[in-house]
């Protein structure tokens, strides 16, 4: 990306399309499971939602760190040490969500992701 080129919005926009990836992966494979024991087929496409899945998690951490805690996280820009404390915590949060999406496939951390990135993205697009 061009030095001083940003697009928030898109950016989260991204995250927030990486996340239903992700909850769509947990879900299609949690409906394949229930025929991986008879049919390799299933457990092929099983196997690949689960990649899908923690690639998107991958991309997810990868853009809050890089993009937005690396990029468009300014000390200087922030009126006080509390404010910062918290926009910190909120990035901190969302990427602790989405590994823990890497880690299961229970729907319930997709929930948590996406109300994580809902709270973060708010610093994006105020």
């Given at each position: 990306?061009?030095?001083?080129?940003?697009?928030?919005?898109?950016?989260?926009?991204?995250?927030?399309?990486?996340?239903?990836?992700?909850?769509?992966?947990?879900?299609?494979?949690?409906?394949?499971?229930?025929e991986?024991?008879?049919?390799?087929l299933?457990?092929?496409?099983?196997?690949?939602?689960i990649?899908?899945?923690?690639?998107?998690?991958?991309?997810?951490?990868?853009?809050?760190s890089?993009?937005?805690l690396?990029?468009?996280?300014?000390?200087?820009?922030?009126?006080?040490?509390?404010?910062?404390?918290?926009v910190?915590?909120?990035?901190?949060?969302?990427?602790?969500?989405?590994?823990?999406?890497?880690?299961?496939?229970?729907?319930?951390?997709?929930?948590?992701l996406?109300?994580?990135?809902?709270?973060?993205?708010?610093?994006?697009t105020?």
């Amino acid at each position: 990306m061009p030095c001083g080129i940003f697009d928030d919005p898109a950016i989260c926009a991204q995250v927030k399309q990486d996340a239903a990836t992700v909850r769509k992966a947990m879900t299609q494979a949690a409906e394949l499971h229930k025929e991986a024991s008879q049919s390799l087929l299933a457990m092929n496409q099983m196997t690949r939602w689960i990649a899908t899945k923690e690639e998107h998690c991958k991309k997810i951490i990868a853009t809050v760190s890089e993009y937005m805690l690396c990029q468009r996280v300014k000390r200087a820009e922030i009126k006080t040490e509390e404010e910062y404390l918290e926009v910190l915590k909120l990035h901190h949060e969302a990427m602790q969500a989405a590994m823990k999406c890497k880690q299961t496939c229970d729907v319930a951390q997709a929930d948590d992701l996406d109300h994580r990135l809902e709270h973060l993205c708010k610093v994006y697009t105020k």
